[in-house]
T-cell receptor, first 116, second 111 residues
Framework: DTAVSQTPKYLVTQMGNDKSIKCEQN?????MYWYKQDSKKFLKIMFS???????INETVPNRFSPKSPDKAHLNLHINSLELGDSAVYFC???????????????FGSGTRLTVV | KQEVTQIPAALSVPEGENLVLNCSFT??????LQWFRQDPGKGLTSLLL?????REQTSGRLNASLDKSSGRSTLYIAASQPGDSATYLC??????????FGAGTQVVVTP
C-alpha cells in the first residue's frame, strides 16, 4: 500500500511546455505539501494545503500553481517551463490539524523533472 | 530566518563503527526536529521526531538528541551496517508546519 504516491516518476519536457504532477495520499492526513530538491540537494518548501485551503505559499514563480480538489490530492501545475525548473519535486503529507503535527511527515518518492 | 547546518557533509566508516551526525539550527523556536533518511533516487523516510519539549528519542540502533538552547541535534547510529549507507537529513519544523532542511550528511558504511 503506497501511502503518498506521485505521478509521473520521471518527466522530460521541452522549455515552454506546461506540465502537471499529481499527488495522492491514503493516510487520512489533512495537510499536504510540495517540496523542491534542487541540483545541490537542498529541499525547500513550495506550498502547503490544509483541508483544501492554501496555508503556505513560499516565494515561488506564479508559473507554479497548486490545486487541491480534496484533502487527499494535491497537484502541481507548471506553466512555461524553464531550464531552471529542473529538479526533483516531492509531495508530502502530515496530520497537521490546526497546528504543526508531532506525528511527522510522510513523503512521496519524488518526480524528477528535466527541462531541455 | 531559520538556517540548518549539518556536519560533516560526508562520512565513510567501516561496518560496526558508531555514527555521529550533527545538526545545528539558528532559531530555537522550532516546533519539533525530525531526522530523515534519503536513498539515491528515492523519497525521504522519517527516522525520528523529537518534540521541542523532549531531549531525545530512540528507535532501535538510532538515538537522536535535541538541545534547543544551543541549537543542536545529534543523530547516533550504533553498530553501523552497509544498509545504513544513505544521506541523512535533519529538519526543524516551524509553527506553520514548514520543514527547514539541512543539506544532509552522506554516509557510506563499508563492509
Amino acid at each position: 500500500d503506497t501511502a503518498v504516491s506521485q505521478t509521473p516518476k520521471y518527466l522530460v519536457t521541452q522549455m515552454g511546455n506546461d506540465k502537471s504532477i499529481k499527488c495522492e495520499q491514503n493516510l487520512g492526513h489533512d495537510t499536504m505539501y510540495w517540496y523542491k530538491q534542487d541540483s545541490k540537494k537542498f529541499l525547500k518548501i513550495m506550498f502547503s494545503y490544509n483541508n483544501k485551503e492554501l496555508i503556505i505559499n513560499e516565494t515561488v514563480p506564479n508559473r507554479f500553481s497548486p490545486k487541491s480538489p480534496d484533502k487527499a490530492h494535491l497537484n502541481l501545475h507548471i506553466n512555461s517551463l524553464e531550464l531552471g525548473d529542473s529538479a526533483v519535486y516531492f509531495c508530502a503529507s502530515s496530520p497537521r490539524g490546526r497546528r504543526p503535527s508531532n506525528y511527522g511527515y510522510t513523503f512521496g518518492s519524488g518526480t524528477r523533472l528535466t527541462v531541455v | 530566518k531559520q538556517e540548518v547546518t549539518q556536519i560533516p557533509a560526508a562520512l565513510s566508516v567501516p561496518e560496526g563503527e558508531n555514527l555521529v551526525l550533527n545538526c545545528s539550527f539558528t532559531d530555537s523556536a522550532i516546533y519539533n526536529l525530525q531526522w530523515f533518511r534519503q536513498d539515491p533516487g528515492k523519497g525521504l523516510t522519517s527516522l525520528l521526531l523529537i518534540q521541542s519539549s523532549q531531549r531525545e528519542q530512540t528507535s532501535g540502533r538510532l538515538n537522536a538528541s535535541l538541545d534547543k538552547s544551543s541549537g543542536r541535534s545529534t543523530l547516533y547510529i550504533a553498530a553501523s551496517q552497509p544498509g545504513d549507507s544513505a544521506t541523512y537529513l535533519c529538519a526543524g519544523t516551524d509553527s506553520w508546519g514548514k520543514l527547514q532542511f539541512g543539506a544532509g550528511t552522506q554516509v557510506v558504511v563499508t563492509p
